[in-house]
Structure formats: structure tokens, C-alpha cells
């Protein structure tokens, strides 16, 4: 595996309810990521966190709510969500400071709202 | 605006044959070049990057990666296709110019190997 660890792997929920996503690394990175993978459409990035500070919104909507306590934890808080917002999330981290760094990917969250 | 573009949604080749996946970019300042390989029900795993020097990168499983500065490309390579090799291909840049630590992915590649 590759450090990166997400939990819950699979979640269906209906859209009044709310849920959080839960992503850690053990990998020593100070830079984490959120992605939404849905099926035929490229990877979205949807938000970056450098030393646990939020340094990319990539117009995500205010039903996605991240949080980073510290730099080896990211969790997406998620709340009335619509049906489109069914996919894969993928949690990624990395190291922050240079343009050369690979990221490391957990192995996604399932998303399904009902 | 930095972008990256795999122009097949999928390649079939037959196992033991070379294979290679397309990409091509488009980036302002150095391009950082990144190649992830996405097996079902995984996340994405890197196999190599270029970053500078050698235009040919070699990576993981075998793959291996040319870096053409002229045709703007990063094409992935491996000599002798494996059936384990299937799986979806992703290319990506680093986004140096937002002044945050981003990378803009392609819309994938479905590698198929026939046995």
C-alpha cells in the first residue's frame, strides 16, 4: 500500500444527511488533497492543503467542507448533497516546498447519495 | 494555462508486444511530467516522473517514459506488455504557476492487454 489510508471505502447516504470522510498519512508529506474521480470525466482536484493550511478551493460547493488538524490528517465533511456528487474521492498526499514531488494516493472513498 | 492531453480513451495491444500510451502538454516555465497508473478499485500509484536531465525516465514495472521538449510529449513506453498491465493511465503536470501545490491530470488512458 502506498501510506495513504481513507476511511470509510464505500458510503451511501441520502442527501439530508451528513458524513465525513476520513484520510490519513503516514508518509511523513505536509501537503494533502482532495479529488473527485467520476466516471468518463477527467480527475477534479477540489481542494489543497500546504502546513495544514487550505491554499486551493477549486470552486468546490459549500456542501463539501474540508478540515485539517494537522499535516497527517484531511477529512471532507459532507452535507446535503446531491445525487451528481456520487464518485470516487480520492484523498492524495506529498511533499510540499518543490515542483518535483509525486503524489500518493489513497485508495478512494465510494461515494453514493441516494 | 498548464494542461496535459491523452488523446486515446484506450489502447489495446497484445501481451508481449511494446505498448505505449500518448500525452502531450502544454505548460509556461519547466514542465514537470508525471505518469499514475490506477488499478480497479485503487487509487492511483505513480510510476515515474521527468523532472530534468535524461529525456528517457525509467519507472516502475518496467515502464518507462521519453520526454520530447520539441513535440511536447511524454509518451509511456514498455517493451513487453503483460495482461497485468491493464489498467487506467493517467498523465499530469505540476501546476507551477498558481503558487500552490497543484497538478492538472488528463482524462486517462485505458490500457488493454490481450492474452
Known amino acids: 500500500e502506498t501510506g495513504v489510508t481513507q476511511t470509510p471505502r464505500h458510503l451511501v447516504m441520502g442527501m439530508t444527511n451528513k458524513k465525513s470522510l476520513k484520510c490519513e498519512q503516514h508518509?511523513?508529506?505536509?501537503?494533502m488533497y482532495w479529488y473527485k474521480q467520476s466516471a468518463k470525466k477527467p480527475l477534479e482536484l477540489m481542494f489543497v492543503?500546504?502546513?495544514?493550511?487550505?491554499?486551493e478551493n477549486n470552486s468546490v460547493p459549500s456542501r463539501f467542507s474540508p478540515e485539517c488538524p494537522n499535516s497527517s490528517h484531511l477529512f471532507l465533511h459532507l452535507h446535503t448533497l446531491q445525487p451528481e456528487d456520487s464518485a470516487l474521492y480520492l484523498c492524495?498526499?506529498?511533499?510540499?516546498?518543490?515542483?518535483?514531488?509525486?503524489?500518493?494516493f489513497g485508495p478512494g472513498t465510494r461515494l453514493t447519495v441516494t | 494555462a498548464q494542461s496535459v492531453a491523452q488523446p486515446e480513451d484506450q489502447v489495446n495491444v497484445a501481451e508481449g508486444n511494446p505498448l505505449t500510451v500518448k500525452c502531450t502538454y502544454s505548460v509556461s516555465g519547466n514542465p514537470y511530467l508525471f505518469w499514475y497508473v490506477q488499478y480497479p478499485n485503487r487509487g492511483l500509484q505513480f510510476l515515474l516522473k521527468y523532472i530534468t536531465g535524461d529525456n528517457l525516465v525509467k519507472g516502475s514495472y518496467g515502464f518507462e517514459a521519453e520526454f520530447n521538449k520539441s513535440q511536447t510529449s511524454f509518451h509511456l513506453k514498455k517493451p513487453s506488455a503483460l495482461v497485468s498491465d491493464s489498467a487506467l493511465y493517467f498523465c499530469a503536470v505540476r501546476d507551477a504557476t498558481s503558487g500552490t501545490y497543484k497538478y492538472i491530470f488528463g482524462t486517462g488512458t485505458r490500457l488493454k492487454v490481450l492474452a
Open positions: 492524495a498526499s506529498s511533499l510540499a516546498g518543490g515542483d518535483t514531488y509525486e503524489q500518493y
Open positions: 508518509l511523513g508529506h505536509n501537503a
Open positions: 492543503y500546504n502546513f495544514k493550511e487550505q491554499t
